[in-house]
């Protein structure tokens, strides 16, 4: 069946240096491609999200970036800081499906002082 | 402004027992979701509804119920629970369909220990 795989499940880093998390999805007819950070004790919440028809979107520090054809996606955090330090959800979906939003396993980031 | 409430955030269960995890939302969503989420996993969806009084399925169904009498209200019962069912669950809500790019705005949690 459909899945999304997330890598690194643990990420550490440098305040002030960059985070990448890398997703792979196998349902080649998903479009749309979510991700949320979760902090401890909250619901994830959505923080930036892209769809099949661009390749990249940018929103201040945070950016994604997807290959259509490699079927893989990645978030960028630049310029870390320590309240970046959460639990970070990749995802993927039909345009059309309501219910088939595939979710990623997960990359807890820390960030150094 | 209180978003998608959950009710409770603790419980403890033993093996057998039932018990309803309580869901409302003030944003009028039509969209309504239960997730899962396991130790070291992503969120497994195991029921939603696309309105009141019209629900679905989802990946891991088996073991819950749920009823959408309002558009405010989406309760997920648990019948017999099972030690598999030892999890963290999250009400989500959305405006349109997640996959169509509505965000869900998710609840806080509902951590659910069963013995």
């Known amino acids: 069946g459909e899945n999304v795989e997330q890598h690194p499940s643990t990420l550490s880093v440098q305040e002030g240096d960059s985070a990448v998390i890398k997703c792979t999805y196998s349902?080649?007819?998903?479009?749309?491609f979510p991700w949320y950070k979760q902090e401890l004790g909250k619901g994830p919440q959505l923080i930036i999200d892209?769809?099949?028809?661009?390749g990249e979107k940018k929103d201040q520090r945070i950016a994604v970036t997807l290959n259509k054809t490699a079927k893989h996606f990645s978030l960028h955090i630049t310029e870390t800081q320590p309240e970046d330090s959460a639990v970070y959800f990749c995802?993927?979906?039909?345009?059309?499906?309501?219910?088939?939003?595939?979710f990623g396993s997960g990359t807890r980031l820390s960030i150094r002082p | 402004n209180a978003g998608v409430t959950q009710t409770p955030k603790f419980r403890i269960l033993k093996i057998g027992q039932s018990m309803t995890l309580q869901c409302t939302q003030d944003?009028?969503?039509?969209?309504m979701y239960w997730y899962r989420q396991d130790p070291g996993m992503g969120l497994k969806l195991i029921y939603y509804s696309v309105g009141a009084g019209i629900t679905d399925k989802g990946e891991v169904p088996n073991g819950y119920n749920v009823s959408r009498s309002t558009t405010e209200d989406f309760p997920l019962r648990l019948e017999l629970a099972a030690p598999s069912q030892t999890s963290v669950y999250f009400c989500a809500s959305s405006p349109i369909r997640t996959g169509t790019g509505g965000e869900a705005f998710f609840g806080q949690g509902t951590r659910l220990t069963v013995v």
């Open positions: 349902d080649s007819a998903s479009n749309y």
């Open positions: 892209i769809r099949s028809n661009v």
């Open positions: 995802a993927a979906s039909r345009y059309s499906s309501a219910s088939k939003i595939i």
């Open positions: 944003m009028n969503h039509n969209y």
